[in-house]
């Protein structure tokens, strides 16, 4: 019986002992972070030096990290280096929002699983600060992409304000008054002291007046559209002065 026992644990046991490591080895491989795997909310590693592995969805995805300073595990997580992204690349949910800036006036931003170009046409540009990416979207053109819907911005000739509808900025009023369109401190202001038949104006100007464009009539707000409300008598025409909206007499130009 005693040899017997001594049997078992010579060469069963280097067999058990192999079985065993080998089945270690292969929950230990389980366990290694990869594409399809399952993986906790805003867990994140590097698949290698180029590509990050981000958690979308509870599972895990390969996002790329075409920067300089590529994929790469720091004392604060996993760094990816964006700033070489191109739009249309995939992002997860767990990087929402994150952005940096590609140029001077253009960022790439992470919006709904992929990412996306952002212009920064505003005086401040883009500019990477303490780890995040400032862009000045105050100024704006027709066209430009966008991520925050109904924000507002000024065109460039400040001739208009543009809205951000459905991912892109479109015009949304004319600003023909003297002062044009100013954006400061988040805050677009539109002069519409002076308009044009059937321009847009805003709902909180209804029944406010302007001058018509060709300075021969009144307009006046209603229902989000400027419309005719008087003409100016003949010898007259269309005055901003003093802050009101009236018909006054022109003067005669001075003979020579």
Same mark, same amino acid.
């Given at each position: @019986?005693?040899?017997? @026992?001594?049997?078992?644990?010579?060469?069963?046991?280097?067999?058990?002992?192999?079985? +065993?490591?080998?089945?270690?080895?292969?929950?230990?491989?389980?366990?290694?972070?990869?594409?399809?795997?399952?993986?906790?909310?805003?867990?994140?590693?590097?698949?290698? *030096?180029?590509?990050?592995?981000?958690?979308?969805?509870?599972?895990?995805?390969?996002?790329?990290?075409?920067?300089?300073? *590529?994929?790469? $595990?720091?004392?604060?997580?996993?760094?990816?280096?964006?700033? $070489?992204?191109? $739009?249309?690349?995939?992002?997860?949910?767990?990087?929402?929002?994150?952005?940096?800036?590609?140029?001077?006036?253009? @960022?790439?931003?992470?919006?709904?699983?992929?990412?996306? +170009?952002?212009?920064?046409? *505003?005086?401040?540009?883009?500019?990477?600060?303490? &780890?995040?990416?400032?862009?000045?979207?105050?100024?704006?053109?027709?066209?430009?992409?966008?991520?925050?819907?109904?924000?507002?911005?000024?065109?460039?000739?400040?001739?208009?304000?543009?809205?951000?509808?459905?991912?892109?900025?479109?015009?949304?009023?004319?600003?023909?008054?003297?002062? *044009?369109?100013?954006?400061?401190? &988040?805050?677009?202001?539109?002069? @519409?002291?002076?308009?044009?038949?059937?321009? &847009?104006?805003?709902?909180?100007?209804?029944?406010?007046?302007?001058?018509?464009?060709?300075?021969?009539?009144?307009?006046?707000?209603?229902?989000?559209? +400027?419309?005719?409300?008087?003409?100016?008598?003949?010898?007259? &025409?269309?005055?901003?002065?003093?802050?009101?909206?009236?018909?006054?007499?022109?003067?005669?130009?001075?003979?020579?």
């Amino acid at each position: @019986m005693r040899d017997s @026992m001594r049997d078992f644990g010579g060469p069963l046991s280097a067999i058990v002992r192999m079985f +065993f490591l080998i089945v270690v080895a292969a929950g230990a491989g389980a366990c290694k972070p990869g594409v399809g795997k399952s993986c906790e909310p805003d867990e994140s590693s590097c698949l290698n *030096g180029a590509t990050q592995l981000s958690c979308h969805d509870g599972q895990f995805i390969a996002t790329p990290c075409r920067g300089k300073g *590529g994929c790469a $595990a720091t004392d604060k997580g996993v760094s990816c280096d964006i700033s $070489a992204n191109r $739009a249309g690349d995939p992002c997860s949910s767990a990087d929402e929002g994150a952005a940096s800036c590609v140029s001077p006036e253009r @960022m790439v931003v992470c919006r709904e699983g992929k990412y996306r +170009f952002i212009d920064c046409r *505003g005086a401040q540009g883009c500019a990477n600060e303490a &780890g995040r990416a400032l862009c000045d979207t105050s100024v704006a053109e027709d066209g430009d992409s966008c991520s925050k819907e109904a924000s507002k911005a000024c065109s460039k000739d400040r001739k208009r304000v543009l809205s951000c509808q459905a991912d892109r900025m479109r015009t949304l009023y004319y600003c023909r008054g003297e002062d *044009g369109c100013a954006a400061s401190a &988040g805050k677009v202001n539109c002069d @519409m002291s002076v308009a044009a038949l059937d321009d &847009g104006c805003d709902p909180k100007m209804d029944e406010k007046n302007a001058c018509g464009a060709d300075g021969k009539s009144i307009l006046v707000c209603r229902k989000g559209r +400027f419309v005719l409300d008087e003409p100016c008598k003949p010898g007259t &025409g269309c005055s901003t002065e003093g802050g009101g909206i009236s018909c006054t007499k022109r003067e005669r130009p001075s003979a020579p």
